[in-house]
């Protein structure tokens, strides 16, 4: 498995975003329940390794961040969903 | 981590929507609709001939309309797959509304209240099922219920549906839902 799947809070994001088409950072951040801090360093590493798309846009107050997943962030994730229900079926 | 509990994340997912942004765009459409139904109420019973006809007409696809833009404004934050797929279901929904309006109003035009009462109340029970919105889901069966009384007086259903769309509106603004 890829070491992106290491975290339990990445494979979190993953698997809210999976049925999404995009949402914005505080709703990961309220779901997730987790620190801003935390979830910026991972968000960030999936950004990296092209699991995800972050943008910003400006507003009267402040920035919008939207958070959507990319269509190789979709398939590594189902595919580790699948070998996850592979593993699950082995067990005794 | 459990499988469930990436499942239930999953599921999450799908649901997601903007719940507050939500509660005030469905006020503002219910309490609309209400007014416009109240106003469809009063010219169907105490006017007649084609200005009439021309109010209920416009009046409808001003309502249509307002429904559209709604749901376009939806899930601006958060845009998930069931607000996708819904958006489909509605823009169907209203198709629909449209052609059996159409055919109810040549056939028997004392039943148009009941007809798109039952169609708008059937599109508010499938949203609530997808977004496990019991408001909704509430909302979508008092109106087909009120279908029922509808038939029963028959002269006041334009009245009975914008009674039943501003409690709908009320119960949006009180947010029972977390």
């Known amino acids: 498995m890829d070491n992106i799947f290491n975290s339990e809070v990445r494979v979190k994001i993953l698997a809210l975003l999976y049925g999404m088409e995009y949402c914005e950072y505080n709703y990961i951040l309220k779901k997730l329940d987790t620190t801003h801090g935390n979830l910026w360093s991972h968000l960030k590493k999936l950004e990296k390794e092209d699991y995800i798309e972050i943008n910003k846009y400006p507003l009267k107050k402040g920035v919008r961040t939207v958070i959507k997943i990319t269509n190789k962030g979709s398939k590594k994730f189902r595919e580790y969903l699948n070998e996850l229900m592979e593993l699950s079926k082995k067990k005794p | ?14 649901c997601g929507e903007d719940k507050k942004y939500k509660r005030i765009v469905y006020f503002i459409s219910n309490f609309t609709s209400a007014i416009v139904f109240f106003i469809i109420h009063l010219i169907y ?24 833009i709604r749901r376009r404004k939806l899930g601006i934050d958060t845009y998930s797959y069931f607000n996708k ?20 109003f040549f056939i028997y035009p004392s039943l ?25 889901k509430f909302g979508g069966l008092l109106l087909i219920f009120s279908t029922l009384i ?5 002269d006041y259903q334009f009245l009975i549906l914008g009674i039943v769309q501003m409690i709908i509106a009320i119960l949006n603004l009180l947010n029972i839902e977390k």
């Open chain 2, 85 to 104: 797929f819904m958006s489909e279901i509605v823009c169907y929904g209203l198709v629909c509304i449209v052609i059996s309006s159409i055919s109810v």
């Open chain 2, 112 to 136: 148009l209240g009941v007809f798109i009462g039952s169609i708008y109340g059937l599109l508010m029970t499938v949203e609530g099922v997808l977004f496990k919105s019991f408001i909704r």
């Open chain 2, 45 to 68: 019973n105490y006017y007649s001939g084609i200005v009439a006809l021309m109010f209920i007409s416009i009046l409808i696809i001003l309502l249509g309309a307002i429904l559209i």
């Open chain 2, 1 to 14: 981590m459990e499988i469930k509990e990436l499942m239930n994340l999953i599921l999450d997912g799908y």
């Open chain 2, 150 to 154: 509808m038939i029963i007086y028959l």
